[in-house]
């Protein structure tokens, strides 16, 4: 399935760091867990006008005149477990769990949701590449008020992906749905190291992130986190995907992507298959939750990986992975076509990221 990332575009059955799009193509084009479907992602540009490489929260928004950043981005994990703070919801549909930004600053945020009596505060697309499976997915609203005026943090991330898409297979316009929304991911990715984190600081916690964003652009996806799709747990291929839709490369959690890449990804679950010409679309590496397994080739000209991790082809087959292709292991791997700059240098560093 072809997936947009938020700073990068990725495809593949049916699953980015805040990314968009579909190129109408397949059964189920709005929901990119389908194997026949095609999605982005769509990362917020950076201060600069340039698109960021995938941002794990996404939204770029002003810094309030108090000096809060107004955006998930700059939240490093929220205080508790998710279950925690479903019950804390009031019946207005309100929380107001704690933020933990990067800079160490704690401040209430308030959340709404709405999810325990209405079912459209819920993705619709977290589904399987048949379709027959369905992954509770909600939809939260984050918000926070500074000197009388509040600020939605995810006010700015407007879901853009699937405008030329036949929405049919999802049951309500998602791109109504899920704009301005969050999704929240138990533990949190750790921005330093690029790698994900059940507990913070041993104790309790969860990530909310804009749709936009790769750490909820994986779940709804359907790598739905305390999920299972033929009896294998969506937690692993969910730390796999964050990695791959990011294009990590190294042990370093630098993203090599930029937003509006186009990829094609496939996992050893059966969840998505690949459905570009193998041909044409060639595999460029294979990820698990650790992060890179093989590598292949970069997929923007001027990136780099280690030499040393050739993908070996006979693990790989038109669909995907071969029946005993990484069967102690869950991983997900990606097709893609090169992408180049006119500078031909690596986009790790977002400048060198096209302009949109």
Request: with cysteine; glycine share 10%; net charge negative.
């Amino acid at each position: 399935m072809k997936k947009w990332l938020a700073a990068v575009v990725i495809m593949g059955g049916p699953l980015a760091f805040g990314f968009l799009g579909c190129d109408g193509g397949g059964s189920q084009p709005t929901c990119p867990p389908s194997s026949a479907s095609a999605s982005a992602v769509q990362a917020a540009p950076l201060t600069t006008g340039r698109p960021q490489s995938p941002r794990y929260h996404a939204g770029i928004h002003p810094v309030s005149t108090v000096g809060i950043p107004l955006d998930l981005e700059s939240v490093d994990y929220f205080v508790g477990s998710i279950d925690d703070f479903k019950t804390d919801v009031t019946p207005d549909g309100t929380a107001t769990p704690t933020a933990v930004f990067s800079s160490g600053e704690r401040r209430k945020l308030t959340v709404e949701w709405n999810g325990k009596e209405n079912e459209k505060d819920k993705d619709p697309c977290a589904k399987s590449a048949d379709g027959k499976t369905t992954f509770d997915v909600p939809l939260y609203s984050v918000k926070v008020k500074i000197g009388g005026t509040t600020f939605d943090l995810c006010g700015n991330e407007i879901w853009t992906a699937y405008e030329d898409a036949d929405l049919s297979q999802c049951e309500i316009d998602s791109r109504a749905l899920l704009s301005q929304k969050a999704i929240a991911i138990p533990g949190r990715w750790n921005r330093t190291s690029g790698k994900y984190e059940e507990n913070c600081n041993g104790k309790g916690c969860f990530t909310l992130a804009c749709t936009t964003g790769v750490a909820a652009k994986c779940a709804h996806w359907g790598y739905v986190p305390g999920q299972k799709y033929n009896e294998k747990d969506m937690l692993p291929y969910y730390k796999a995907c964050v990695h791959a839709a990011r294009a990590h490369y190294a042990d370093d959690g630098v993203a090599n992507t930029c937003t509006f890449t186009v990829a094609d990804f496939f996992d050893n679950a059966g969840f998505q298959k690949r459905d570009r010409d193998p041909n044409t679309w060639n595999v460029e590496a294979v990820w698990d939750e650790n992060g890179l397994v093989c590598f292949n080739r970069p997929r923007w000209q001027g990136c780099r990986g280690p030499i040393d991790k050739k993908c070996d082809s006979k693990l790989f087959n038109n669909d995907g992975f071969t029946g005993d292709a990484y069967s102690t292991a869950s991983v997900i791997g990606i097709t893609s076509l090169t992408s180049t700059n006119t500078d031909n240098e690596c986009v790790s560093d977002a400048n060198y990221c096209p302009s949109k």
